[in-house]
């Protein structure tokens, strides 16, 4: 179960990553952004260690929950819209992945630990595959020195910090030491670095402030052999599941506090109806791009303040 569980974590940590947590800190640190990402990691370790928690509060924590469900709906969505299904409204394009996601939840905890373990496989080859494609196009003139300050590289740290720490808390599990996932934030952060190297360095510090989902959008170089080519779609799940799995880890903690499959459900649905609302507004979107940081940064307060563990386990 320890295994599963820091696997099920790895995909979390991966998760706000999309569309907004790599564009940011690339855009804030640019070619400094190895050395926010070794800050952030170095920070983010220190939060795994030291911030304990005990998922106590059951009104704080569904309620933190249904907020990072519906920012990593707003993403996936806004995704699959401008990449995929264009003319698609993106409330049927979330019927489908909300009932996938009542359908995991219905099963028990364990189900969301196995589908991790299989998932993971997929996703390790899929990344392998994006980096051996993509390497040869990385252009390094596009590290050049930017006179970046060291205050955005900073606050980029942070940034990164939290993005990969704060989705953790909603899965903190009594039965483990919250020193375990510590192994996993560091084999996570690796993958991230590299994610990073590819996306600025074929990109460069003026296309990464242009396009909305970077990441992706590098996807469109990913050949083999000269002949399969336009696999981005494919490749481009490696996204897909780590939001998809931190969506079902949010609901999976609506279940567990609430203690009612139905009234889950329902919560979810009703975020479908909200978050698919609230896309038609452009104003919305923005407002969540630029605000993201802040809203993890006041959650995960929340959660501290009202989950802290009065004596830490061994």
């Known amino acids: 179960m320890k295994k599963e569980y820091n696997i099920l974590n790895y995909f979390n940590m991966r998760s706000l990553f999309l569309g907004v947590g790599l564009s940011k800190i690339l ?3 640019k ?5 926010a990402l070794i800050l952030g990691t170095i920070l983010g370790i220190l939060i795994l260690k030291f911030i304990h928690l005990d998922l106590k509060n059951k009104v704080i924590n569904t309620l933190i929950a249904s907020i990072f469900f519906a920012i990593g709906l707003t993403f996936l969505l806004n995704m699959i819209a401008t990449m995929y299904l264009t003319e698609t409204p993106k409330f049927f394009i979330g019927i ?5 996601i009542i359908y995991i939840l219905s099963k028990k905890e364990i189900v969301l630990f196995r589908i991790s373990s299989i998932l993971i496989v997929i996703n390790v080859f899929l990344f392998m595959a994006m980096f051996l494609s993509l390497i040869h196009s990385v252009d390094f003139i596009n590290f050049s020195y930017t006179n970046t300050p060291l205050k955005n590289v900073l606050f980029a740290s ?3 910090a939290l993005f990969s720490t704060v989705p953790t808390m909603i899965t903190r599990h009594k039965k483990f030491s919250d020193t375990s996932l510590i192994k996993t934030y560091i084999v996570s952060s690796i993958t991230m670095g590299l994610l990073f190297f590819l996306t600025y360095g074929m990109l460069g510090p003026y296309l990464i402030e242009t396009y909305r989902y970077p990441e992706y959008i590098i996807l469109k170089e990913v050949t083999f052999f000269e002949t399969l080519a336009n696999l981005e779609n494919f490749i481009s799940f490696i996204w897909i599941f780590d939001v998809l799995i931190f969506l079902v880890s949010c ?3 609506i279940k567990k506090s609430i203690n009612n499959e139905k009234i889950t459900f329902t919560i979810i649905i009703l975020l479908l109806f909200i978050v698919s609302y609230l896309n038609k507004f452009y ?3 923005i407002t969540t791009y630029k605000y993201t940081f802040f809203i993890l940064l006041i959650c995960s307060s929340l959660l501290y303040l009202f989950n802290r563990k009065t004596h830490q386990d061994d």
Do not use: K
């Not at 070619?31 to 050395?35: I, K, N, Q, R, S």
């Not at 489908?96 to 996938?100: D, K, N, R, S, V």
């Open 27 to 29: 855009i804030d640190a």
């Open 31 to 35: 070619e400094l952004f190895w050395l």
């Open 96 to 100: 489908p992945l909300i009932l996938l």
């Open 251 to 253: 609901g999976n903690t």
């Open 283 to 285: 104003e919305y979107i």
């Open 158 to 160: 942070l940034e990164y």
